[in-house]
């Protein structure tokens, strides 16, 4: 890591920790933007003096590009954290990440509470593998402070050429002082989804991030599962663990997949073209096995969506500890020279109208003081304590409902 696009008219979503595809739909009546016209211009008067006395007068040359991006910048900066002014290359670099291949350390991040905080590191990535965990602060990058930075200058800082270093200094609950990781960038290459059977009849899939064909790979997997177990699936574990959000299309279809009729989630913004709701179809329905869902600090957005409909639903017992809170909706707003902003324009809401926004959900179970691995091996499924109580749990859950079936008083 969480809006709507133009693209051949064609809508698309996407909600994550850093970006959301999307368009804005004009939303002011003409006697409202004539009675602001006058005020308006004024300040642009303003605004056009400032820029010729600064190029004129400032030390050093400044072209008008330069003063111009600054301004945009710094007045999105002002707004919040996720709104942002988005060169063209960083536009063209966000469009490529969700297709699941980028340049970078592999760490989703975000502003919180006016800090640069981890909210996952993508599995098997330099990141991951250096150890930097959800839930880190990043004071610095390369000796520089992070405090005051946009979002997106501190991702610029953290990206560059493969095999390049970069060395972040993290705060963390439990370290007595700050400490710096050198981590070696590389090519970040995502597999969404990952499954394997746990045990006879009960399965396990795995979600690191929502991605174009991320509905796709998880039909898959789980058609995978149903032939490694042909006397029949009993239970699954959903694990979201560390996953920072994503496309919200494929959130929708993910949570699609198991619930089939209700709202799923509804975006609701300033004005009526930024209200939304996206509902669940009887048609695709996956059976009702008895159902996990794991979820922990690092669970975003789109992630948080799939969750909070399940619970809401009771389709399914969650797991772990509170997510990380990220429910507010980035509408990305294609400009003519090839750039683009990054507008914050709503915030989404579970099926039972919870809003997510620096709240997060809580788990029906709380996980406290194991850690999970969501890893993939049966090594590590074996150590992952949260997945191991996990498939306790959906076991009971299977047995139950077998109980119930049988009409056995």
Same mark, same amino acid.
């Given at each position: 890591?969480?809006?709507?696009?133009?693209?051949?008219?064609?809508?698309?979503?996407?909600?994550?920790?850093?970006?959301?595809?999307?368009?804005?739909?004009?939303?002011?009546?003409?006697?409202?933007?004539?009675?602001?016209?006058?005020?308006?211009?004024?300040?642009?008067?303003?605004?056009?003096?400032? #820029?010729?006395?600064?190029?004129?007068?400032?030390?050093?040359?400044?072209?008008?590009?330069?003063?111009?991006?600054?301004?945009? !910048?710094?007045?999105?900066?002002?707004?919040?954290?996720?709104?942002?002014?988005?060169?063209?290359?960083?536009?063209?670099?966000?469009?490529?990440?969700?297709?699941?291949?980028?340049?970078?350390?592999?760490?989703?991040?975000? =502003?919180?509470?006016?800090?640069?905080?981890?909210?996952?590191? =993508?599995? &098997?990535?330099?990141?991951?593998?250096?150890?930097?965990?959800?839930?880190?602060?990043?004071?610095? =990058?390369?000796?520089?402070?992070?405090?005051?930075?946009?979002?997106?200058?501190?991702?610029?800082?953290?990206?560059?050429?493969?095999?390049?270093?970069?060395?972040?200094?993290?705060?963390?609950?439990?370290?007595?002082?700050?400490?710096?990781?050198?981590?070696?960038?590389?090519?970040?290459?995502?597999?969404?989804?990952?499954?394997?059977?746990?045990?006879?009849?009960?399965?396990?899939?795995?979600?690191?991030?929502?991605?174009?064909?991320?509905?796709?790979?998880?039909?898959?997997?789980?058609?995978?599962?149903?032939?490694?177990?042909?006397?029949?699936?009993?239970?699954?574990?959903?694990?979201?663990?560390?996953?920072?959000?994503?496309?919200?299309?494929?959130?929708?279809?993910?949570?699609?997949?198991?619930?089939?009729?209700?709202?799923?989630?509804?975006?609701?913004?300033?004005?009526?073209?930024?209200?939304?709701?996206?509902?669940?179809?009887?048609?695709?329905?996956?059976?009702?096995?008895?159902?996990?869902?794991?979820?922990?600090?690092?669970?975003?957005?789109?992630?948080?969506?799939?969750?909070?409909?399940?619970? &809401?639903?009771?389709?399914? #017992?969650?797991?772990?500890?509170?997510?990380?809170?990220?429910?507010? #909706?980035?509408?990305?707003?294609?400009?003519?020279?090839?750039?683009?902003?990054?507008?914050?324009?709503?915030?989404?809401?579970?099926?039972?109208?919870?809003? =997510? $926004?620096?709240?997060?959900?809580?788990?029906?179970?709380?996980?406290?003081?194991?850690?999970?691995?969501?890893?993939?091996?049966?090594?590590?499924?074996?150590?992952?304590?949260?997945?191991?109580?996990?498939? !306790? $749990?959906?076991?009971?859950?299977?047995?139950?409902?077998?109980?119930?079936?049988?009409?056995?008083?």
């Amino acid at each position: 890591m969480e809006g709507r696009m133009f693209k051949h008219k064609k809508l698309a979503l996407l909600i994550g920790v850093w970006f959301a595809f999307g368009i804005v739909v004009g939303g002011l009546y003409v006697h409202q933007v004539a009675a602001r016209s006058d005020k308006t211009y004024e300040k642009l008067k303003l605004f056009t003096e400032v #820029v010729e006395l600064v190029k004129k007068n400032y030390v050093e040359e400044v072209t008008i590009d330069q003063l111009i991006s600054g301004a945009v !910048e710094g007045m999105l900066h002002s707004l919040d954290p996720h709104s942002a002014y988005l060169s063209p290359d960083m536009y063209r670099e966000l469009q490529v990440e969700t297709k699941g291949t980028f340049g970078g350390l592999g760490i989703e991040i975000s =502003i919180k509470e006016g800090i640069l905080t981890v909210i996952a590191p =993508i599995e &098997d990535t330099p990141a991951d593998q250096a150890g930097v965990q959800a839930g880190d602060k990043i004071v610095r =990058i390369d000796g520089e402070s992070t405090k005051g930075l946009s979002l997106l200058e501190c991702v610029k800082r953290l990206r560059g050429p493969r095999g390049t270093e970069v060395t972040i200094t993290i705060l963390r609950e439990g370290l007595t002082k700050p400490k710096d990781f050198t981590i070696v960038r590389d090519i970040i290459e995502i597999k969404s989804v990952k499954y394997k059977t746990m045990e006879k009849g009960y399965g396990w899939l795995r979600i690191s991030q929502y991605q174009e064909q991320t509905a796709t790979e998880l039909q898959k997997a789980v058609h995978s599962l149903e032939q490694e177990n042909p006397e029949g699936l009993k239970g699954l574990i959903l694990d979201l663990r560390n996953n920072p959000g994503g496309l919200l299309d494929q959130a929708v279809k993910v949570a699609d997949f198991f619930l089939d009729e209700g709202v799923i989630v509804s975006i609701k913004g300033r004005g009526d073209e930024e209200k939304m709701t996206f509902n669940a179809h009887k048609r695709g329905t996956l059976p009702a096995w008895p159902m996990v869902v794991l979820v922990n600090h690092g669970s975003a957005s789109a992630s948080e969506i799939v969750a909070g409909a399940l619970q &809401d639903y009771g389709r399914a #017992v969650v797991m772990g500890s509170k997510t990380f809170g990220k429910g507010s #909706v980035q509408t990305i707003i294609p400009l003519e020279d090839g750039s683009g902003l990054r507008l914050t324009t709503a915030q989404y809401y579970t099926p039972k109208g919870r809003t =997510i $926004h620096e709240k997060g959900i809580e788990p029906d179970i709380a996980l406290v003081g194991v850690e999970g691995t969501a890893g993939e091996t049966k090594k590590e499924v074996a150590e992952d304590p949260q997945l191991t109580r996990a498939l !306790e $749990h959906v076991k009971g859950l299977s047995i139950f409902q077998k109980y119930l079936s049988t009409g056995v008083k």
